[in-house]
């Protein structure tokens, strides 16, 4: 049970270019499988940024907010009430 509620973030890169970060997943979970998963099945690229105040913070390229969304609460990382989404 997350203490902190998951931030799912779409930032604007350039133009009609954006970015997805998720910000606040449980230190107890394999991160490299999370990106790895999310890369495959939605065809996007991503990384791990390692950030002093939020920790380790998944991008993802491309607008996944909805992706990103419905994958944490189906494999039961999150409930909906934990997750909230910014941006666009």
């Known amino acids: ?7 799912i973030q779409v930032l604007q890169r350039t133009g009609r270019k954006f970015f997805t970060s998720i910000i ?3 230190d107890d979970l394999d991160k490299e499988k999370i990106v790895s ?3 495959k099945t939605y065809k996007c690229n991503g990384f791990i940024v390692d950030n002093a ?13 909805e ?3 419905q994958f944490l609460i189906k494999e039961q990382i999150c409930t909906k009430d934990e997750i909230v989404l910014k941006g666009l």
């Open 1 to 7: 049970m997350n203490l902190q509620p998951v931030t």
């Open 37 to 39: 998963y999310l890369k």
């Open 53 to 65: 105040e939020f920790g380790e913070i998944i991008t993802l390229f491309g607008d996944q907010k």
């Open 24 to 26: 606040g997943l449980a």
């Open 67 to 69: 992706n990103v969304y």
